[in-house]
């Protein structure tokens, strides 16, 4: 284990400490919106991941996750919708609006049930 150094502050001996070195991840829209929740709502946990080093690891799977999730409802959705390259052929702006819609409960389930879980 490595010695500890310290510096001195007014009368007081504070540890220099830093926190773990993180992979530089590009995080996208879910990963942001479980990075606000954790700080917001779930303080210790979001406390504990980040001194801990496993902040950046653990939203990286949280975006996975739920994009990976959104996609696979989307296209169960669409399937069932009867949303196909037929119709996107036929009358594109019906296709374009019940895809909109069919996208916006896809992400509606995902933050309910990854996101804020």
Known sequence: MAELTYTMQ????????????Q???ELG???QMRRKYLYR???ILYTNLLTKGK???HLAEIEQTALEMEERLLKQMAAQEGVTEKLKA???MKWTRLMNNLRHSAQEIV???VIYA
């Not at 009368?11 to 070195?21: A, G, R, S």
């Open 55 to 57: 902040l950046t690891e």
């Open 90 to 92: 036929e009358d594109p």
């Open 10 to 21: 007014g009368d007081y001996l504070l540890p220099n400490l830093t926190l773990p070195e």
């Open 29 to 31: 829209q879910y990963a």
């Open 41 to 43: 709502q779930r303080r």
């Open 111 to 113: 933050q309910a049930e």
């Open 23 to 25: 992979p530089k991840v």
